[in-house]
Each structure stands twice: as structure tokens, then as C-alpha cells.
């Protein structure tokens, strides 16, 4: 019979890897709620109606990507490619937004069915954020300099930040008439993807990655240039908080992001070190999605990254994260010892909350299970024989080099919080 394997673009996160995802994770969390960002979780699968509202009918995503499938009721539901849309509608749900500027965090599986590769996968992972009712360039710049801080914190390095301004729908409108005519002069130039995207939403050909169309697109109009005069003192409001701030950006004229509902600001971090997947983290303003979605005109902005794209880069970028070890590893000897153990572990537990404790769990030789203690990487061995048990002692005994001694168990608190604390087997004045 053959084994059953995951499905193409759905990776298993092992324990050896795990630690990788929990820094990650755990960073951004602490830093998130340092902020002011309360965490909100969405379900996983929605109403497809949202996305197609939301994201755009004719974005590549609505059209190629989602996982789309009628429930038992004929009810067509998907699973979320992008969390925004969803929490834009808990908000919308849970009258989250009536007289309030919440700030919300979000982490958790996303998915599209597209070619995997590395750094694109068809479920991914996401950490984002989403902050609503402030419609100055304040908060915008708030974001951006969070990701800044974020990067520091997880060690990373040559991440530039790129900026452009989208305009409200209306510039768009007026922009999107002179693309139109710009390309149909090259059309001759144009591959089969940017032909279809002329016709439903040319100005997704500015997001191209045929290296053939870059000196086409690099000489089109740019979308700046056409933005009304609030946008364009939004977006030098913003330029100018983060020239105050010292943080470098670029203003990148052909970033328009990959879904229909951004305006005014957009930003993606972007690396060299990954390939072709070169963003990390993307975002921008959508003022007008809340009320898309049947809410109040109400500003809003956010960003998600990739956390597969992060863990890549950090490893791309040495920086290691060190593998969780168990603080001591209890061994039984003799019969009476292996019935005995778990009692005593949770009674060590008791003692010492939040110790690591293993216990050995197999038969064996002494021997035996002292190598499986060794391997486990604790500091220490904790040893119960009949002896011990009889009197009310464990043995304690350094992994590595060091002498074994016996301590009573009401003893045991000190010297495993001094183990746990400095991470090795001293045992000097324990008695």
C-alpha cells in the first residue's frame, strides 16, 4: 500500500523546525502588542463573496487562486487567500468599529492554488496587522516604522523599503485611461498575461515580472503624477515622518500591489536575498473597503508578511535559533522506580513550575537510559531507585562532567531553579 504523502504546497512544520516559526511568531506578537495591537482570529474559510468584493473580481487571485468549493447547502465558501477582507468583516460583525480606532493583529494559514516554488506556497503563512479610523499619513508611518523595528528585532538585515502613493479611485480612473493608451501604442511588446490585464486591470501590467516588458513599463506615465493634491500632501506627510525618523525608502513608481482595494499609501520590504520571491512584507491604505464591505467610511490600513519568507531570510542570513532543551531528564531504576515516576515527575512539577522535565519513558539497561538522557540534551539526570524512593531523595548528576549527588526532594526546588536559571549542571553546596 503506498503512503499517503501531504498535498503539493502544504508543508509539515516539523519539531526541529518548529523554534524557527515560535521566534518568528513570538517576536512579532510582543512587539504587536507593544504597540497597541490586540490579536483578532478569523476562521479560515469564508464566504467566497467576500474575496470577490473585496480583492477584485478580476484580480488573479479571484480568478486563478482561491480554493473554492459549494458546501453541502450549495453555499459557495473559500479558503482565505488574504486575511484582510475577513477582518474587516468581524470588525463589521462584531460592531468592533463604532466610535473606536482599533488596532488589531492577526497570524495563521492562507491559501492559493498556484505553482509551488520556493518561498510561494499554496498554503503560506501570515502575520499582519490592520489599523482603522485614523485617516492621517501618522499611522501610516506608524506601520512602517514598527516593520522597521520588527526587522531589528529578528536580526535582519538589507531590507529596503519601497513607497508609492495610488491616488483615490477617481486619479486612478484618470491614470488608468492614459496606461491604456500608452500600452495599446506598445502592444505589439505586451505578452498574453498583460493583453488579458489591459482589458480588466492594466494597472496590474506595472506589477509584471517578464524581464522583456521592463523598458516598456519603466517609460510609463507615472501614477504620481496624477494624484489629486490631498493625496499628494498625504503621501509627503508620510515621507516626511520617516525622513524624520531616519529611515530610508525608495519611491518605487510601478508598485501598485496585487488587490483592488488599496488607495493612497502602498509599501512593500523587499530583499535580493530570496530569488525571484523578493517580498517580504507588503501593504497600504484601503479607505474605501470598509464601506465596500456594507460598513461607514472608515480609513484603514495594514500589512501581512510571509513567515516561510522570513524563517528563509534568517536562514539565508545565519541567524540561528537555539533548539529548545529539557532542563532535567528523570531516569527510574528498578521495577519499583519505573511505577513510581510519573507521581514523583508531577510532584518535581509541583516544586518547580515551568521546569522542563523529561521523563524516560522505556525499558532498558541503566546504561541505555542514560545515553537517552545524553542525547536529550538536559542538563542534568534526575535518578530514582528504590533507594531514593525509600528515603525521600533523587540523585542529581550532571550531563557531562561532574559528580552525582543525592539531595532530599523538598531540596530539589533551589538547585533546579539554579540549573534552569544559568542552563547547566552546577551543583556546589547542595546538600
Excluded at 225 to 254: K, M, P
Excluded at 376 to 397: F, P, Q
Aim: hydrophobic fraction near 35%.
Amino acid at each position: 500500500m503506498s503512503k499517503i504523502q501531504s498535498v503539493r504546497g502544504m508543508n509539515d512544520v516539523v519539531p526541529a523546525t518548529a523554534p524557527k516559526w515560535q521566534f518568528v511568531e513570538d517576536t512579532a506578537r510582543a512587539l504587536l502588542e507593544s504597540y497597541g495591537y490586540g490579536e483578532i482570529r478569523p476562521p479560515v474559510v469564508e464566504k467566497t463573496q467576500l474575496f470577490a468584493r473585496s480583492i477584485g473580481d478580476v484580480t488573479d487571485i479571484v480568478e486563478k487562486e482561491m480554493y473554492t468549493f459549494d458546501d453541502r447547502n450549495g453555499e459557495s465558501l473559500t479558503l482565505r487567500p488574504e486575511c484582510t477582507a475577513s477582518v474587516v468583516r468581524a470588525a463589521l460583525q462584531h460592531t468592533l468599529l463604532r466610535n473606536q480606532t482599533p488596532r488589531f493583529w492577526y497570524t495563521g494559514p492562507m491559501f492559493r492554488y498556484e505553482k509551488p516554488q520556493k518561498g510561494r506556497y499554496r498554503q503560506f503563512h501570515q502575520i499582519g496587522a490592520e489599523a482603522f479610523g485614523m485617516p492621517g499619513p501618522h499611522i501610516d508611518a506608524e506601520i512602517i516604522l514598527l516593520l522597521a523595528r520588527l526587522w531589528r528585532a529578528l536580526g535582519l538585515k538589507n531590507i529596503e523599503l519601497e513607497l508609492n502613493c495610488l491616488g483615490t479611485s477617481a486619479a486612478r480612473a484618470q491614470y488608468r485611461a492614459r496606461l491604456v493608451d500608452y500600452m495599446q501604442a506598445h502592444r505589439e511588446q505586451l505578452d498574453e498575461d498583460s493583453l488579458r490585464r489591459l482589458a480588466s486591470n492594466p494597472l496590474r501590467i506595472l506589477d509584471s515580472k517578464n524581464p522583456q516588458l521592463q523598458p516598456l513599463i519603466e517609460n510609463t506615465p507615472r501614477l504620481l503624477d496624477h494624484i489629486d493634491g490631498e493625496c499628494a500632501e498625504h503621501f509627503a506627510g508620510l515621507t516626511a515622518i520617516l525622513d524624520q525618523a531616519g529611515l530610508a525608502y525608495r519611491v518605487n513608481h510601478r508598485l501598485v500591489r496585487g488587490l483592488d482595494y488599496y488607495s493612497r499609501t502602498v509599501f512593500e520590504w523587499t530583499t535580493d536575498q530570496l530569488g525571484a520571491q523578493g517580498t517580504v512584507c507588503g501593504g497600504g491604505r484601503y479607505d474605501g473597503l470598509v464601506s465596500q464591505l456594507g460598513g461607514p467610511d472608515t480609513p484603514g490600513i495594514g500589512f501581512s508578511m510571509g513567515v516561510e519568507r522570513i524563517i528563509e531570510l534568517r536562514e539565508a542570513q545565519n541567524q540561528a535559533v537555539e533548539e529548545p532543551r529539557p532542563d532535567a531528564y528523570l531516569v527510574g531504576i528498578g521495577d519499583a522506580a519505573d511505577w513510581a515516576l510519573y507521581p514523583l515527575a508531577e510532584r518535581i512539577r509541583d516544586t518547580v513550575p515551568g521546569i522542563s522535565l523529561v521523563v524516560d519513558a522505556q525499558g532498558g539497561s541503566v546504561k541505555t537510559k542514560f545515553k537517552r538522557a545524553d542525547r536529550s540534551g538536559a542538563s542534568v539526570a534526575l535518578i530514582a531507585g528504590e533507594r531514593e524512593l525509600a528515603d525521600g531523595t533523587v540523585a542529581i548528576k550532571p550531563l557531562g562532567e561532574g559528580k552525582q549527588q543525592s539531595i532530599n526532594i523538598e531540596a530539589l526546588k533551589t538547585t533546579l531553579e539554579r540549573i534552569k536559571s544559568q542552563g547547566s549542571g552546577h551543583l556546589d553546596n547542595t546538600s
